[in-house]
């Protein structure tokens, strides 16, 4: 089971970036899948969670109306469109997908999801 996250770059404040996360040796149509991220010197913070029929969806405070998580489970990719960036937003961002049950809900827990990415980096200057 591998789970590819891409998209990450560098961008100015203000700027946009959509992240893809492709997985592929197993399906997770039914399971909750996310995007967390970890700045330099900090701990590994929720971004994004999206239940497995993509109904449901959880963002942390400091995202909340700039980014958009969403699912495409015919391409079994989940996404994270990201606008109004911030130099604050500047992290490894990792997709993270679970093996429970979740088609309705979803985890902030980071420790319910079994299988992460291996992070892509995101950079907004100022």
């Known amino acids: 089971v591998q789970l590819q996250a891409s998209g990450g770059g560098l961008v100015q404040a203000g700027g946009s970036l959509r992240l893809s996360c492709a997985a592929s040796?197993?399906?997770?149509?039914?399971?909750?899948m996310g995007w967390f991220r970890q700045a330099p010197g900090k701990e590994r913070d929720i971004v994004a969670v999206?239940?497995?029929?993509?109904?449901?969806?959880y963002y942390a405070d400091s995202v909340k109306g700039r980014f958009t998580i969403s699912r495409d489970n015919a391409k079994s990719t989940v996404y994270l469109q990201m606008n109004s960036l911030k130099p604050d937003d500047t992290a490894d961002y990792y997709c993270?997908?679970?093996?429970?049950?979740?088609?309705?809900?979803?985890?902030?827990?980071?420790?319910?999801?079994?299988?992460w990415g291996q992070g892509t980096q995101v950079t907004v200057s100022s």
């Open positions: 993270a997908a679970s093996t429970a049950y979740s088609d309705r809900i979803y985890f902030e827990d980071a420790n319910k999801y079994n299988y």
């Open positions: 040796g197993r399906r997770f149509s039914r399971n909750a």
């Open positions: 999206i239940s497995g029929s993509g109904g449901s969806t």
